[in-house]
């Protein structure tokens, strides 16, 4: 399904992107938009995407990525949506390991345990599926994925509202990049998120749509559909596998993922 056809922006798309960016970058809670809202997911994408050309010009910068929301049991419970939810990556929030970040920066941060890939040749099959798209995987690391409650009520604005919202997306942390040919398989790795050296959960890639590289595969059917095919390059987090944490001002987070390593953040007062 071309950009041009089901994704298009329109007026109504417009508008409501105009707020969402402007409550976003002023970071003010945004409330419910009941008579704007987007009337389901298609539409939320095309908001998603008018949202992402008005931050272009702002610090977050260009969209160099995609997170995969709600891709395991876990998450899929916590927030009540049992399907898989894109939202993008921007330059001006990705951060390498060890990054220090100010807590009030965000209107409530939390954090979540991620596998993350980057893609080493474009993804354009619109039938992709978990073997096919584990030749286009040029690194994996483990990653800490930043998202921010900015919602008056995130429970009550709807699934179409956050997806056109980038889904929580407020940035990610990235850990050292390996190798996937010398990597066991992705199922099988454990990862587990610390708070100021206290483990607050764990899970395993098999909960992530049962491989990691199924959701991989699902984010390129999505993104070929929505005329924004995946390119060599280009950072994807493929979904938590543990439920999301929100961290108190001062606390620093470690996420470790067998076989990739640890990664950490440190967010400060203020």
Same mark, same amino acid.
């Given at each position: 399904?071309?950009?041009?056809? =089901?994704?298009? $922006?329109?007026?109504?798309?417009?508008?409501?992107?105009?707020?969402?960016?402007?409550? !976003?970058?002023?970071?003010?809670?945004?409330?419910?938009?009941?008579?704007? =809202?987007?009337?389901?997911?298609?539409?939320?994408?095309?908001?998603? +995407?008018?949202?992402?050309?008005?931050?272009?010009?702002?610090?977050?910068?260009?969209?160099?990525?995609?997170?995969?929301?709600?891709?395991?049991?876990?998450?899929?419970?916590?927030? /009540?949506?049992?399907?898989?939810?894109?939202?993008?990556?921007?330059? +001006? &929030?990705?951060?390498? +390991?060890?990054?220090?970040?100010?807590?009030?920066?965000?209107?409530?941060?939390?954090?979540?345990?991620?596998?993350?890939?980057?893609?080493?040749?474009?993804?354009?099959?619109? $039938?992709?599926?978990?073997? &096919?798209?584990?030749?286009?995987?040029?690194?994996?690391?483990?990653?800490?994925?930043?998202?921010?409650?900015?919602?008056?009520?995130?429970? &009550?604005?709807?699934?179409?509202?956050?997806?056109?919202?980038?889904?929580?997306?407020?940035?990610?942390?990235?850990?050292?990049?390996?190798?996937?040919?010398?990597?066991?398989?992705?199922?099988?790795?454990?990862?587990?998120?610390?708070?100021? /050296?206290?483990?607050?959960?764990?899970?395993?890639?098999?909960?992530?749509?049962?491989?990691?590289?199924?959701?991989?595969?699902?984010?390129?059917?999505?993104?070929?559909?929505?005329?924004?095919?995946? !390119?060599?390059?280009?950072?994807?987090?493929?979904? &938590?596998?543990?439920?999301?944490?929100?961290?108190?001002?001062?606390?620093?987070?470690?996420?470790?993922?067998?076989?990739?390593?640890?990664?950490?953040?440190?967010?400060?007062? +203020?």
């Amino acid at each position: 399904m071309p950009e041009t056809a =089901a994704f298009t $922006e329109t007026a109504a798309s417009a508008r409501l992107a105009e707020t969402i960016a402007a409550a !976003r970058l002023a970071r003010h809670p945004l409330p419910p938009q009941a008579r704007n =809202a987007p009337r389901d997911v298609a539409e939320a994408y095309a908001v998603q +995407g008018a949202v992402h050309r008005r931050l272009v010009a702002s610090p977050f910068g260009a969209r160099t990525g995609w997170k995969i929301g709600c891709t395991t049991p876990v998450m899929q419970a916590y927030l /009540g949506i049992e399907h898989p939810c894109a939202a993008g990556l921007f330059a +001006g &929030s990705t951060h390498a +390991g060890g990054a220090v970040l100010r807590h009030g920066d965000f209107v409530r941060v939390g954090v979540e345990c991620e596998i993350a890939v980057r893609l080493a040749r474009d993804l354009t099959d619109e $039938e992709a599926t978990t073997e &096919s798209v584990r030749g286009a995987v040029g690194a994996v690391m483990a990653a800490i994925e930043i998202v921010d409650d900015r919602y008056v009520d995130w429970q &009550s604005i709807g699934t179409p509202m956050l997806v056109a919202d980038d889904f929580f997306a407020a940035g990610s942390v990235l850990g050292g990049e390996q190798a996937p040919g010398a990597l066991p398989d992705l199922a099988g790795l454990r990862g587990r998120t610390l708070i100021d /050296g206290v483990e607050a959960g764990s899970g395993v890639g098999a909960d992530v749509l049962g491989h990691p590289y199924a959701a991989l595969a699902w984010l390129a059917v999505h993104a070929a559909d929505r005329g924004q095919p995946l !390119r060599a390059g280009e950072t994807v987090l493929l979904g &938590s596998l543990v439920k999301t944490q929100w961290v108190p001002a001062g606390a620093t987070v470690r996420v470790e993922i067998e076989a990739l390593g640890a990664v950490e953040v440190h967010f400060t007062a +203020g």
